[in-house]
Every structure is written in C-alpha cells, then in structure tokens.
Nanobody, 116 residues
C-alpha cells in the first residue's frame, strides 16, 4: 500500500496557478508533519513548506507569499496551491511525511512544467 500519493501536476504558463494534492495513509496523516519538496532538473531536492498535525503551515522564503499549504482532515490529504508560477518552479514535487526516528516517507512525485 502506497503511503503518500501525489497528484495535480502538469504544464502551466508563467504567472499561472496549480494545486498539488497528496493523499496520505491515515496513520501517516494523523501522526506526522507533512511536507512538500521540489526537485529541479539536475538539482537536489529542497523543502518548500510543511504543515503540522494542528494545521499550522510553515514556508521557506522561496515560496512564502506565493504558495499555500493546507490540510483536509476529512480526506487525509494535503494541498499545495501554487500561485504566480515561474520557470524556475519547474521540476518534480514530492510529498513527504516525517516519521519517528528520523525516517521520512516519500511519494512518487508529480511533475510540474512552467513554460510559455
């Protein structure tokens, strides 16, 4: 059983909007902080934002003011709304769950392309 499944990626023009979703296994959703990472082609994976079980999101400076992270407790999902997308936002977006003992659960990723 997959623990984290991302969806919502696609192609969009600069300045456009996309919303990514991550469906989490119930045990992960209820017990872990969930996060989104971005990996640009040829680059390392970087943290964008995370949200704790109480629903408080935290953003890195690179996305603060453009991206909004939210939890849907009824569906065990988190959503990342991405506004004003830029070409440098192109890449693979991963959902992650911070498990006990320093472990991390990863989804398979969803691709986003921002181009004219």
């Amino acid at each position: 059983q997959e623990q984290l499944v991302e969806s919502g990626g696609g192609s969009v023009q600069p300045g456009g909007t996309l919303t990514l979703s991550c469906a989490a296994a119930e045990s992960i959703f209820k017990n872990t902080t969930l996060a989104w990472y971005h990996q640009a082609p040829g680059e390392q994976r970087e943290l964008l934002a995370y949200i704790k079980q109480n629903g408080d999101p935290t953003y890195t400076d690179s996305v603060k003011g453009r991206f909004t992270l939210s939890r849907d407790s009824a569906k065990n999902m988190v959503h990342l709304r991405m506004n004003d997308l830029k070409p440098e936002d192109t890449g693979t977006y991963y959902c992650a769950g911070f498990l006990p003992f320093g472990n991390t659960a990863w989804g398979q990723g969803t691709q986003v392309t921002v181009a004219s």
